[in-house]
């Protein structure tokens, strides 16, 4: 069957594979559904198409976040089992439906075809595309976890800092009379923006899928010597399965680090375009422009991709639980600033935000490694899809606690900094829980363990080698390898660019 050639036994690669091109794979998928981030460009739009509340708009967000992590938790295995490329065709499927569908309730003015379509549909594309790559980046980089991870996830943070300027230009296509000092275009010009973005993602996510391999039982990278790994405290050479890891005290310590961690950055990020408006306003007027709120967007998502990146690279130096001392610690202090001192300058607030969401995406891209650091490398990509239940948790309660607090504060576009502080004192409490929990974090105990001969037969099946062709050798893999990076490297450069000359204009 043509269905066969996304099996996993037919991606494991042949010796000679280059694994540098693993990264522009994941990040193939990864840029595409970190769109998720970037709804507050559009999210006015739909308040007024719907004539409905923040709060209400604010559902797609959270059932889209929900079903990431329960579909991430649901099929983990799965995607561990049956591969990355399976995984990833699969994500690419149901993401750009879900857009198809959403398009569809808006024209019609059905918003539960939008919660269906973008939050449902959509939500289950999020969270298989966003672990299939994982759990592979760690195989083919285990001298380098932190990184490997960093190099995936940074282009989920990175995937707004895309969506927001290229939104907004769309919608000025599609809409005559789009108007630009608001962001609020009509209903019929979100639709056709939906449709757009859908039928781009299926391309590129595909693109990545095609791409994706295995790497063979017993490969590693030249001069890596295993026995290396053990070099700091909650670093294990054993291995835990997915099942048992759920009965560990570790995980749901490691569960409420991330919930805080997520609660309080998707706080910000949910709200990010009106936040900065209405931090600056005077009466009923603005200081800072929609174009430079669409701007601001896309500041906050190239530190989310910039945090991803850098703290868990650097991670792999200073250790999983002290990188995540600072992004509790450090971030609750900024929180409390923001609260209270963040009108002052909008450069004080966007400096102050963009920490605070390098941290939110370095948490994002770290935990991977926290994992196979106190679980080993067996069934990461599952546990790892059911730790991300935290994240659903948090989608529902970080645009909960903002949205309910500031519809009780007044209306939208009558809002100031002084409605939003009880919303953000109460993250700094949110953060001080998860940096409890963090220092709580000790080893896994051994009767955790698996025995050494299952983990061993497990993974020999899991990888067995393949007789189809495809796999290409490191020479031979250089115009691949070159087009792989162009391919995610274009659209990245273009959101860099225009992040670039639209925050100039809040400074």
Same mark, same amino acid.
């Given at each position: ?285 603005? !200081?800072?422009? *929609?174009?430079? @709120?669409? %701007? /601001? $967007?896309?500041? =906050?998502?190239?530190?989310?991709? #910039?945090? +991803? &990146? ?115 004192? !109460?993250?700094? *409490?949110?953060? @001080?829980? %998860? /940096? $409890?929990?963090? =220092?709580?974090?000790?080893?896994? #105990?051994? +009767? &955790? ?59």
């Amino acid at each position: 069957m043509a269905l066969a050639v996304l099996d996993r036994r037919h991606t494991v690669a042949k010796p000679g594979f280059n694994r540098w091109l693993i990264p522009p794979a994941a990040l193939a998928v990864h840029l595409c559904i970190g769109q998720v981030y970037a709804t507050s460009v559009y999210k006015a739009s739909l308040v007024q198409h719907f004539d409905s509340s923040l709060t209400k708009i604010g559902i797609i967000f959270s059932i889209a976040i929900v079903m990431l992590g329960l579909s991430a938790a649901i099929f983990g295995t799965w995607v561990d089992s049956g591969g990355p490329r399976r995984a990833m065709a699969t994500a690419a499927l149901f993401w750009s439906g879900g857009f198809m569908i959403g398009s569809l309730g808006i024209a019609t003015d059905q918003l539960w075809l939008v919660y269906f379509g973008y939050g449902f549909i959509g939500g289950i594309g999020l969270g298989i595309g966003y672990i299939s790559p994982v759990s592979t980046l760690i195989k083919w980089f285990p001298d380098r976890p932190g990184l490997a991870t960093g190099m995936a996830i940074m282009g989920f943070g990175g995937g707004a800092m895309i969506a927001s300027p290229l939104s907004s230009k769309l919608l000025g296509i599609y809409d005559d009379n789009y108007d630009t000092a608001t962001g609020i275009a009509s209903g019929s010009a979100v639709a056709k923006l939906f449709v757009t973005l859908g039928l781009v993602y299926l391309v590129l996510m595909l693109f990545g899928a095609w791409l994706i391999r295995v790497p063979a039982d017993g490969w590693k990278p030249a001069g890596f010597d295993p026995s290396t790994v053990k070099t700091k405290a909650l670093v294990t050479t054993d291995n835990v399965s997915a099942d048992n890891a759920v009965k560990t005290r570790q995980f749901w310590l490691l569960w409420v680090v991330l919930f805080c961690n997520v609660t309080a950055g998707i706080g910000i990020l949910e709200q990010a375009s009106p936040m900065i408006q209405d931090f600056f306003r005077d009466g009923s007027t603005s !200081t800072v422009t *929609a174009a430079s @709120a669409a %701007g /601001f $967007v896309g500041l =906050l998502s190239l530190f989310n991709l #910039a945090g +991803r &990146f850098i703290w868990s690279s650097t991670s792999d130096i200073v250790g999983r639980k002290n990188i995540y001392v600072m992004y509790l610690g450090v971030g609750l202090i900024l929180y409390a600033i923001l609260a209270t001192k963040g009108s002052t300058s909008t450069t004080l607030f966007a400096l102050l935000a963009g920490v605070i969401l390098s941290f939110y995406g370095g948490g994002f891209a770290t935990v991977p490694a926290y994992l196979r650091d106190l679980f080993g490398t067996f069934q990461v990509g599952a546990i790892h899809g059911r730790l991300l239940t935290a994240w659903s948790a948090a989608g529902v309660a970080g645009p909960l606690i903002v949205n309910s607090i500031l519809d009780a504060q007044g209306e939208p576009g009558k809002l100031n900094a002084g409605d939003y502080r009880p919303a953000l004192l !109460t993250m700094v *409490a949110i953060l @001080a829980v %998860g /940096f $409890v929990a963090n =220092l709580l974090i000790r080893p896994v #105990a051994d +009767r &955790f363990h698996e025995p050494r001969n299952k983990e061993n037969q497990v993974a020999t099946e899991a990888a067995a080698p393949s007789s189809q062709d495809g796999d290409v050798a490191v020479k031979a893999s250089v115009p691949l390898l070159v087009i792989a990076w162009v391919v995610v490297a274009v659209p990245l450069v273009y959101g860099i660019y225009e992040t670039v000359v639209k925050a100039a204009d809040l400074f």
